[in-house]
């Protein structure tokens, strides 16, 4: 069994910070892609920001230059620095990872139970 398991998200005021957690536990061969989504209240769930094995990352527009994601290998950890939040960043945070359990397993997404982050004005 595979859990990746959130933490680090709150209310915080327009402009301020947070640093979200994800940490991957279980029957873990290989960690592909771990990335970030988002869901707003009536809004499609969409990506934040992803990094692959070798650090390179990808993020959506909006965040770019606000938003930092970077990954611990040695902790199957992926984290989100989150600096100069708006109220349009309020949504639930997933965090979601390409996993494999065996050699011969194929990977598979994975995702978290998510977490409230909300930005007032």
């Known amino acids: 069994q595979v859990q990746l398991v959130e933490s680090g998200g709150g209310l915080v005021q327009a402009g301020g910070s947070l640093r979200l957690s994800c940490a991957a536990s279980?029957?873990?061969?290989?960690?592909?892609?771990m990335g970030w989504y988002r869901q707003a209240p009536g809004k499609q769930r969409e990506l934040v920001a992803a990094?692959?094995?070798?650090?390179?990352?990808n993020y959506a527009d909006s965040v770019k230059g606000r938003f930092t994601i970077s990954r611990d290998n040695a902790k199957n950890t992926v984290y989100l620095q989150m600096n100069s939040l708006k109220p349009e960043d309020t949504a639930v945070y997933y965090c979601?990872?390409?996993?494999?359990?065996?050699?011969?397993?194929?990977?598979?997404?994975?995702w978290g139970q998510g977490t409230q982050v909300t930005v007032s004005s």
């Open positions: 990094i692959i094995g070798s650090g390179t990352t």
């Open positions: 279980g029957s873990i061969f290989s960690i592909n892609a």
């Open positions: 979601n990872a390409g996993i494999s359990e065996g050699y011969y397993s194929s990977k598979r997404a994975y």
